[in-house]
């Protein structure tokens, strides 16, 4: 898969691609990454790619132009319809299901914005959809991307250690859709406080019974909405907890 990066600062994604267990997604192709800069595609002798806003206000402008051409160059090279995808407030939040998604896929165009935006009649041309990591405003768009790219490198085979590891994350449906639940390694008494003896049993039956309470226990007291959201998909039986094992 490829994913083609418009993004004033490519240079902020070097550290990123060459760091961490996602780095072998990355250096092995399995997740290709391209940068196109936006200012490569402005006229002019300063290469403008931003002005001041019509109505007034602070800040500027990404301007439609340069962001059109720069688009047309990456479709070319790809030959292929890849969606173009921008990291905005206004989007849909960034879940695990649309990482899966994109994880399956042959790639997109990941549009970062900066300043106070981009005009909006490039994004009625052009965006395909849009992304939010939350209720909150970045400076650019570079850091959504990187959480993004992250998340779907790490759902490649080979990636992490254990082909499995992912299926235990927080919001994965092998867990029902659930937070994950407390993890314990050495040593066994650290600050005072043990590691719950069942982890220690040796018992499989034991220690999973004891690890689907605490997911659920979690989930209810910080995520109850994914308690409502699961409970849709799955037996009942298994959103209710079961007795503690001691």
Same mark, same amino acid.
């Given at each position: 898969?490829?994913?083609?990066?418009?993004?004033l600062?490519p240079?902020?994604?070097?550290?990123?691609?060459?760091?961490g267990?996602t780095?072998?997604?990355f250096?092995?192709?399995?997740?290709?990454? #391209?940068? /196109?800069?936006? $200012?490569?595609h402005?006229?002019?002798?300063?290469?403008? *790619?931003?002005?001041?806003?019509y @109505?007034?206000?602070?800040?500027?402008?990404?301007?439609?132009?340069?962001?059109?051409q #720069?688009? /047309?160059a990456i $479709?070319l090279?790809?030959?292929?319809a890849a969606p173009? *995808?921008?990291?905005?407030?206004? @989007?849909q939040?960034?879940?695990?299901?649309?990482?899966t998604?994109?994880?399956?896929?042959?790639g997109?165009?990941?549009?970062?914005?900066?300043?106070?935006?981009?005009?909006?009649?490039?994004?009625?041309?052009?965006?395909?959809?849009?992304?939010?990591?939350g209720?909150?405003?970045?400076s650019?768009?570079?850091?959504?991307?990187?959480?993004?790219?992250d998340?779907?490198a790490?759902l490649?085979p080979g990636?992490?250690n254990?082909?499995?590891?992912?299926?235990?994350?927080?919001?994965?449906?092998?867990?029902?859709?659930?937070?994950?639940?407390?993890?314990?390694?050495?040593?066994?008494?650290?600050?005072?406080?043990?590691?719950?003896d069942?982890?220690?049993?040796?018992?499989?039956?034991?220690?999973?019974?004891?690890?689907?309470?605490q997911?659920?226990?979690?989930?209810?007291?910080?995520?109850?909405?994914?308690?409502a959201?699961?409970?849709?998909?799955?037996?009942?039986?298994?959103?209710?907890p079961?007795k503690k094992?001691?």
């Amino acid at each position: 898969m490829q994913f083609d990066v418009v993004t004033l600062f490519p240079e902020l994604f070097t550290p990123f691609l060459c760091t961490g267990v996602t780095r072998r997604a990355f250096e092995s192709g399995q997740v290709k990454v #391209c940068f /196109s800069n936006p $200012r490569d595609h402005a006229s002019g002798h300063y290469r403008r *790619v931003d002005d001041r806003a019509y @109505g007034g206000g602070p800040g500027m402008v990404m301007m439609a132009e340069p962001l059109s051409q #720069c688009l /047309s160059a990456i $479709r070319l090279q790809r030959a292929d319809a890849a969606p173009v *995808v921008l990291f905005s407030p206004v @989007g849909q939040p960034l879940t695990h299901s649309v990482v899966t998604r994109f994880a399956a896929s042959a790639g997109a165009i990941l549009l970062c914005g900066r300043y106070e935006g981009i005009d909006q009649r490039l994004i009625d041309a052009e965006v395909t959809e849009q992304i939010s990591l939350g209720d909150f405003v970045l400076s650019g768009g570079e850091i959504a991307a990187m959480a993004f790219l992250d998340a779907v490198a790490r759902l490649q085979p080979g990636v992490l250690n254990d082909a499995n590891s992912h299926a235990q994350d927080s919001f994965n449906p092998a867990l029902d859709g659930l937070l994950d639940c407390p993890h314990y390694t050495r040593p066994k008494i650290w600050n005072n406080k043990v590691v719950p003896d069942v982890l220690m049993s040796g018992h499989h039956e034991y220690i999973e019974c004891w690890r689907r309470e605490q997911r659920l226990a979690l989930t209810t007291q910080w995520r109850p909405d994914l308690i409502a959201q699961s409970a849709i998909q799955t037996d009942v039986s298994i959103i209710s907890p079961p007795k503690k094992v001691r």
